[in-house]
Structure formats: structure tokens, C-alpha cells
């Protein structure tokens, strides 16, 4: 049994000249929500794609549900679920067609797909919109249904890269009473976001900042740690100052 799903040490991603990632290290632990926070552009979601095996990393040292992320990225592809920032399921399949699709990559027996889909489907609340073309689908719907295609095949671990943009406030909370729900199930969920009322739900956090982790803890310690009213108020002290000593 893995007992840290994320592992790395010393992770840098450059691209050219300028360095995206700059040597993050950080453990996950198994059945944790663990938030990666950041403003546009600190890193976040270069660092992700990197943990999924969907970029190399210039150097440091990393493992994703045990698999290395330099010579086992395959493995971790098929290990993991992968929600990106952007809709990435095809929209002119519909929803049950997508899934379908999902399954077949994953290498679902049949049985266990049609299992499988009718599962996420009650788990999401996806009956009325399952059938129609994903890309007619409203945005929150379509987030859901992007849900329910990274955890088809029961991945141990789910990256989420800003799973709720776009979402509006009340869809927010609800997408994240199921995102808790996975995790109570055992799921570990690496969960990339900028809004501070999100983060407040994770477990633990970390505050990235042009390309290095600059905090790490459970919002409550990293707010108490910098005296601060809130994650929101402590999130801008932190960015600010290190924006004003360059």
C-alpha cells in the first residue's frame, strides 16, 4: 500500500530561460484533500501536469501512486483521475457516449462499465443531461460530467485543476459536498483553486507562489501562523509582500 500518493522532492519545470516550477516538495497523504493554491500563473497547473505524467520535469524527484513520474508516466495516467482547467470531453458525443469512450481507455470490461456508469450517473445526479451532447450542456453540468469521467474507473487519487471555474456559488458547495463524499470513500484529491472559500474546505494547503511553495498546512495553522482574519486575508499578505520585496 502507497501511503503518500504524492510524493516529489525538489520538482522544477523550465521552460527556456524562465522557470515554471521551481523546486516544490511536498507529501500527500492516502484519503486527503489537500489543496494547491495560487494565483494565475504561480505554477500550479504546469506542477500538476507533471504529477500526471503529462509533462516531464526539468529535474527533482517525484512518485504518483508509487509510479516514478519520469519513467512510469504511463502507469500514472491510468492510475489517477484528471479533471483539466479546461472541458475536455468531446462535445458532440453526449454524456453516456463520452463515459463509454473513458471506459474503453481504461480498459473497463464491459460489464463493469455499464456497472460503473449507471453508478456516477445516480452519484452525480446526471439523468436528465447524460443523454444529450455534453457541448449543449450548462457549464456546471458539463464540470459534473468531467467528474464522472475522471472517477469511472475508481482512481485512488484525483487531480482536479480548477474544477469549479465558471460555477456558480451554489453549484460550488455542492460540487464540494461530493468531493468530500469521495474522500470519505477513501479517495485522495489533489485539488488545484484560487478561490479562498474553496480552499477553507481542504484539509491541508499549500500557498504557491512564481513557481515555489511558499506555505504549507491546514487553513486554520497557515491563517493563526500569519495572524491574519481569514485564508483570503492571509493569502493576499503573503502574495503582496513577496511581490514587494521583488
Not at 512510469?72 to 463509454?100: A, C, H
Not at 512564481?210 to 483570503?232: K, T, W
Request: charged share 25%; aromatic share 10%.
Amino acid at each position: 500500500m502507497v501511503s503518500h500518493p504524492v510524493t516529489i522532492e525538489g520538482l522544477t519545470k523550465k521552460f527556456g530561460s524562465f522557470t515554471a516550477v521551481d523546486k516544490i516538495s511536498l507529501e500527500v497523504n492516502k484519503g486527503e484533500i489537500f489543496g494547491f493554491l495560487g494565483a494565475n500563473g504561480a505554477g500550479k497547473t504546469t506542477a500538476i501536469r507533471m504529477l500526471c505524467g503529462l509533462l516531464l520535469p526539468t529535474s527533482g524527484s517525484g512518485a504518483v501512486n508509487g509510479y516514478d513520474i519520469y519513467s512510469e508516466n504511463e502507469k500514472i495516467k491510468l492510475s489517477i483521475g484528471y479533471m483539466s482547467q479546461k472541458f475536455s470531453l468531446y462535445g458532440d458525443l453526449t454524456g453516456r457516449e463520452n463515459l463509454k469512450f473513458y471506459g474503453a481507455v481504461y480498459s473497463l470490461p464491459d460489464k463493469e462499465l455499464k456497472e460503473r456508469t449507471e453508478e456516477v450517473i445516480d452519484a452525480l445526479e446526471l439523468k436528465s443531461f447524460i443523454d444529450r451532447p455534453a457541448g449543449s450542456l450548462p457549464v456546471g453540468w458539463r464540470q459534473r460530467l468531467a467528474l464522472s469521467a475522471a472517477i469511472l474507473h475508481r482512481p485512488a487519487i484525483l487531480f482536479l485543476d480548477e474544477p469549479t471555474g465558471g460555477v456558480d456559488p451554489v453549484f460550488r458547495r455542492k460540487f464540494w459536498e461530493i468531493l468530500y463524499d469521495l474522500a470519505d470513500q477513501g479517495t485522495t484529491l489533489f485539488v488545484t483553486t484560487h478561490y479562498m472559500d474553496e480552499a477553507e474546505f481542504c484539509r491541508r494547503i499549500s500557498i504557491m507562489h512564481r513557481g515555489r511553495i511558499i506555505e504549507i498546512g491546514s487553513p486554520q495553522e497557515v491563517v493563526a501562523r500569519h495572524h491574519q482574519r481569514d485564508l483570503q486575508e492571509t493569502f493576499i499578505t503573503l502574495i503582496s509582500g513577496r511581490d514587494a520585496d521583488g
